[in-house]
């Protein structure tokens, strides 16, 4: 990763997706000593894949790895009981999820993407570290 690379983020540095019934969001997080440079690359990358979004072969070949991995969770009983949880609380049935990756389409990817990673909802919050011999310390 060319953050990484060029030293603007540590290896704690990750991103995630949460959903859920009524909202989600994205998360990138991680440790940088010049976090306004990461947030504006971080920014820079979203709006050029926005413009040259991924093939449609790699979403065909995303889906199936996603759609494996749902197929693969059931080998696991823990896997099963938290899936089953977690669906719960959604209003959704565990066992339509896999349908529900089948129907996803590209141009609804496409539309959801751009419309997630709007500039208009991002927001950086950046925790600083407490100075030696300062009160907070």
């Known amino acids: 990763n060319e953050l990484y690379e060029k030293g603007y983020v540590k290896n704690s540095f990750s991103a995630e997706f949460e959903s859920f ?15 306004n440079k990461v947030y504006e ?32 969770a059931f080998d696991s009983t823990e896997d099963i009981s938290n899936d089953f ?21 590209y141009d609804y990817l496409k539309e959801t993407f751009v419309s997630l990673f709007n500039e208009e909802y991002m927001a950086m919050s950046v925790v600083l570290p407490v100075k030696e011999g300062s009160e907070n310390a």
């Open 85 to 105: 949880v977690d669906c719960l609380f959604f209003g959704v049935d565990l066992l339509d999820v896999g349908d529900i990756i089948l129907e996803i389409d």
């Open 21 to 35: 019934k009524n909202c989600a969001h994205n998360i990138i997080m991680g440790d940088s000593d010049d976090p």
């Open 41 to 72: 690359l971080c920014r820079a990358e979203i709006e050029n894949a926005k413009k040259d979004f991924p093939a449609i072969e790699d979403f065909k070949r995303l889906q199936k790895v996603m759609y494996s991995e749902y197929i693969q």
